[in-house]
């Protein structure tokens, strides 16, 4: 089993549209969780920070669910702009972070 | 502006020719690491550094070394490059500790013939 598993998508949304992603991670003492964006042959850039209480950056909301292990990010009112790859981001031991494959997000007019 | 930079951003060479690409930040980061990324295959680790002059293997270690002799400074070295170590490569740094920002230099595109 992968440390951390995204599904890859593409994700094909219309504009205006809510999109979902899901990320689940095996290491139940990992304590970090991020999202990453990555745009097409580009560094991948922090997003948000994930917390245990949630957390809300205008039209991105991430989750966190230490019981399921898994965590989430919607965003509303998708624009072109969002059309990029999530990554989702978890440590391991080591303070060494763990990236998920991504997930691909494609916004049509 | 804090960033981190990496050089070169291209490269095509030969198989075998011993090469270094190069990682410098300006944000006086501990921690330093090198990630390769392939279609499928996400981001992995090849090595990090927590900080100068203590250096380790992340998961795709092999044909691959680093040296850490400036608290800035993380150069990648490949010996004797092989064709499948074409990748895209990235340097990122950030402080110690699990809630710090990752920083990413823009990348360097290694194509080996």
């Known amino acids: 089993r992968k440390e951390v598993e995204q599904d890859p998508g593409p994700f094909n949304v219309p504009e205006g549209a809510t999109v979902a992603f899901n990320c689940t991670y095996s290491?139940?003492?990992?304590?970090?969780f991020f999202w990453y964006r990555q745009d097409c042959r580009k560094e991948p850039k922090l997003l948000m920070s994930v917390y245990s209480s949630g957390n809300e950056d205008g039209r991105f909301t991430a989750q966190l669910n230490r019981a399921s292990q898994y965590i989430s990010l919607l965003i509303r009112d998708s624009k072109l702009s969002d059309s990029a790859t999530y990554l989702c981001?978890?440590?391991?031991?080591?303070?060494?972070?763990?990236f998920g494959q991504g997930t691909t997000l494609q916004v049509k007019p | 502006e804090a960033q981190v930079t990496q050089n070169p951003r291209y490269l095509i060479t030969v198989t075998g020719k011993k090469l270094t690409v190069t990682c410098s930040q300006n944000?006086?980061?501990?921690?330093m690491s090198w990630y390769r990324q392939d279609p499928g295959l996400g981001l992995r680790q090849i090595y990090y550094s927590m900080n100068v002059e203590v250096t380790d293997k992340g998961d795709v270690p092999e044909g691959y070394k680093v040296s850490r002799k400036e608290k800035r400074n993380f150069p990648l070295i490949l010996e004797s490059p092989s064709p499948n170590q074409t990748s895209l490569y990235f340097c990122a740094s950030r402080n110690l500790g699990m809630t710090g920002e990752q920083y990413f230099g823009p990348g360097t595109r290694l194509t080996v013939t």
């Open positions: 944000m006086n980061h501990e921690y």
């Open positions: 290491n139940s003492a990992s304590q970090s």
């Open positions: 981001v978890v440590n391991g031991d080591t303070g060494k972070l763990i």
